[in-house]
């Protein structure tokens, strides 16, 4: 058996977060909020903050709509 003390901990450890949960706490980064279980290291996709919207979300309400016309 090659699997060592920490690997066995590991799965240990995420078959506990698959039966109890994970415990997860707000993690704080540079312009990014998301959420990590202490106990296995899952980690979400989280939030971007402080940052502006990127172009595709704002054309759902552009200020100025462009037409072009091929003459
Ligand atoms: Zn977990």
Redesign the pocket.
Known sequence: MTASLDTVRDIL??S??AVV????LLQFEHHRLSLR??????ETTGWTIGEPPSRSATSASPSRIETSHAA
């Open positions: 450890q995420r506990i977060c949960g994970h415990q997860t279980c202490v106990a296995c290291g899952h």
